[in-house]
């Protein structure tokens, strides 16, 4: 996006840079990478990260306003709701598409937001690889906010525990093993000292949680929370009841509370009027249909990954839909083949790590994650056998 630290970067890289990277990631952290990582990092101006600061902090005045907790409850699906205080979303992602306007400008455009953790621990990681194996200009940085490396894990290390010791803090997932996030979980135990742990194999006892811990059964008393209950809901019955686990009254403390996962979401959008913020509307509550529908994308409120989104979206199709309560109906962004690659252009998106610090008046952003596609959309499965392409980070002008 910055044209003479492209050209800079393409022309200083070789495979075997690209190679040594992802080795010795791969050596840090055996058997864990089990996504592509891309070939660059995103280089984004100061003005570009004005805007897409400036739409966050829009978004993050109507989440503090006193109405919202009302605003959204209907976002939780009753099977899914859990009980103990939501207190304050201590962590949050706003994912931003590099698209262009009429005028040929490059512009930031919300695709999608999520009160939930995201790739925290290994985004540091990756930065790192980065500055080891490739040429990162001077005067740019993958964090915001000012923060230093230090600060980044200082922080987060006392999020993730808050007063507690590592040993009564867990990671929760379902099946972590499997997760492609996985080596997200390696990286955060480095740096919390925190086990990833299944749903399946807590341990209750009234209205306490156990999980085994050396050899015994250790209490647990704060859960950083990385289940996605759309996902639990996509295994057998027997797996989906260990749900009944965390429901009901717990003795534990969330980071962050389950809650704030829909709440925060694809069902916020429609409330939202920004020009960085395409317009969104609740499938259910639309009288007309718009005439351009072939400029629309109808998503599912509840899912993730990119999974079950309509990008041709036809009258046929919504007078197939059931639960239309369950859908939105959000005007297409054009991301822009803006990323100059030695084998084509490419497009990019780029997640907004947002953390609320214990005693701020305020979420502030912190770091980063980026994505490089040549497919229709982001994502692994729209990629496959392509290059420059795939999970990245993005550096910043200072």
Aim: glycine share 4%; with cysteine.
């Amino acid at each position: 996006m910055i044209p003479t630290i492209r050209q800079l970067y393409n022309s200083s890289f070789t495979q075997n840079k690209y190679e040594s990277l992802v080795s010795w990631i791969e050596e840090q952290y055996p058997a864990t990478l089990d996504f592509r990582i891309a070939e660059t990092p995103l280089f984004i101006s100061k003005q570009f990260t004005t805007e897409m600061t400036e739409t966050c902090r829009y978004i993050l005045s109507t989440i503090q306003e006193t109405s919202f907790t009302a605003l959204t409850e209907k976002a939780i699906p009753d099977q899914f709701r859990i009980e103990g205080p939501e207190e304050k979303p201590l962590f949050m992602a706003f994912d931003f598409g590099i698209c262009k306007n009429e005028s040929g400008k490059l512009i930031p455009q919300l695709i999608e937001m999520q009160g939930f953790p995201s790739l925290f621990a290994y985004q540091l990681l990756l930065d790192n690889a980065f500055r080891k194996h490739t040429s990162i200009p001077q005067g740019f940085s993958a964090f915001l906010s000012n923060w230093t490396e230090a600060e980044y894990k200082d922080n987060f290390k006392n999020i993730v525990l808050g007063a507690h010791k590592p040993e009564e803090v867990i990671l929760l997932e379902l099946f972590p093993e499997n997760q492609k996030t996985k080596i997200d979980f390696a990286v955060t135990a480095t740096l919390t000292g925190i086990k990833a742990v299944c749903l399946t194999q807590l341990i209750r006892k009234n209205k306490e949680l156990f999980y085994e811990h050396e050899g015994k059964m250790q209490p647990i008393k704060r859960i950083y929370n990385r289940l996605i209950f759309d996902e639990l809901q996509q295994q057998p019955l027997a797996i989906q009841e260990s749900l009944l686990k965390i429901k009901g009254e717990i003795e534990v403390e969330w980071c962050i509370h389950p809650h704030w996962f829909y709440r925060i979401s694809k069902y916020l959008l429609p409330f939202l009027h920004h020009p960085n913020i395409p317009k969104t509307y609740f499938l259910n509550e639309i009288t007309q249909l718009p005439s351009d529908l072939e400029n629309y994308v109808l998503k599912p409120l509840f899912s993730f990954a990119g999974q079950g989104v309509l990008l041709d979206v036809t009258n046929v199709q919504l007078e197939k839909i059931k639960d239309p309560e369950n859908w939105i109906l959000q005007h297409k962004v054009n991301y822009a083949n803006c990323i100059n690659t030695p084998d084509g252009f490419a497009k990019a998106e780029i997640r907004l790590f947002y953390w609320w610090i214990p005693g701020q008046s305020t979420p502030i952003p912190v770091n980063n994650l980026g994505r490089i596609s040549k497919g229709e959309m982001i994502g692994t499965r729209y990629n496959m056998d392509k290059t420059w392409v795939g999970s990245t980070c993005c550096y910043f002008e200072q």
